[in-house]
Nanobody, 121 residues
Framework: QVQLVESGGGLVQPGGSLRLSCAASGSIFSINAMGWYRQAPGKQRELVATITSGGSTNYADSAKGRFTISRDNAKNTVFLQMNSLKPEDTAVYYC???????????????WGQGTQVTVSS
């Protein structure tokens, strides 16, 4: 079994910054891509950013130039640095990890429980 634990959400004023973290633990053989998604009230979950094990990144247009995704492979942790936050960034942010477990040797995507980010004055 694999668990993802997120932290770093909260309330921030427009123009402010937050840094989200997500640590994976459990029966992990390897982690492939990791990513962040978000879901605002009444909307579908959408991609924010992803990063491969080799460090290649992909961003939603809304995140380009303001958000930075990174990871620490030794600690099985992914980060999302969010700058210049806007009210429309308000959402529950979820991390995901494409994990191959030890035994049985299975590969699947795991999700965190979500962390609330609220951008408001």
């Amino acid at each position: 079994q694999v668990q993802l634990v997120e932290s770093g959400g909260g309330l921030v004023q427009p123009g402010g910054s937050l840094r989200l973290s997500c640590a994976a633990s459990g029966s992990i053989f390897s982690i492939n891509a990791m990513g962040w998604y978000r879901q605002a009230p009444g909307k579908q979950r959408e991609l924010v950013a992803t990063i491969t094990s080799g460090g290649s990144t992909n961003y939603a247009d809304s995140a380009k130039g303001r958000f930075t995704i990174s990871r620490d492979n030794a600690k099985n942790t992914v980060f999302l640095q969010m700058n210049s936050l806007k009210p429309e960034d308000t959402a529950v942010y979820y991390c995901s990890s494409d994990v191959t477990s030890f035994s049985p040797r299975l590969r699947r995507v795991y999700w965190g429980q979500g962390t609330q980010v609220t951008v408001s004055s």
